[in-house]
Nanobody, 128 residues
Framework: QVQLLESGGGLVQAGGSLRLSCATPGRTFGIFAMGWFRQAPGLEREFVCAITWDGSGTSYADSVKDRFTISRDRAKNTVYLQMNSLRPDDEAIYFC?????????????????????WGQGTQVTVSA
């Protein structure tokens, strides 16, 4: 499996912003959909957003719609998650993941079980 390296997490005040990055070093280009998930203590891992292999399609959880933006730079083999207007309930470990079921797919999945390659996670802490 290709390694996924997340970065950009940290501590931010409510209402603030963070940008997470997920790099795939050694990859020449991305042909799979990528997703961001998060997991808070005691809760199940939940879908945040996802993007198609070429960036033409995205999907967001209702809880982050209009606040978070997913994007990808294929030349840099990196996927980004721009998080604005952060709230205390956004606090979690954020994971990027790769859906390797179908290359060049025009759709994305919201199911964690469809993603087979995961990063180590980055902590996002939001203070009230």
């Amino acid at each position: 499996q290709v390694q996924l390296l997340e970065s950009g997490g940290g501590l931010v005040q409510a209402g603030g912003s963070l940008r997470l990055s997920c790099a795939t070093p050694g990859r020449t280009f991305g042909i799979f959909a990528m997703g961001w998930f998060r997991q808070a203590p005691g809760l199940e891992r939940e879908f945040v957003c996802a993007i198609t292999w070429d960036g033409s399609g995205t999907s967001y959880a209702d809880s982050v719609k209009d606040r978070f933006t997913i994007s990808r730079d294929r030349a840099k083999n990196t996927v980004y998650l721009q998080m604005n207007s952060l709230r205390p309930d956004d606090e979690a470990i954020y994971f990027c993941a790769e859906d390797r079921r179908r290359p060049f797919s025009a759709s994305v999945s919201k199911r964690p079980e469809d993603y087979s390659n995961w990063g180590q996670g980055t902590q996002v802490t939001v203070s009230a």
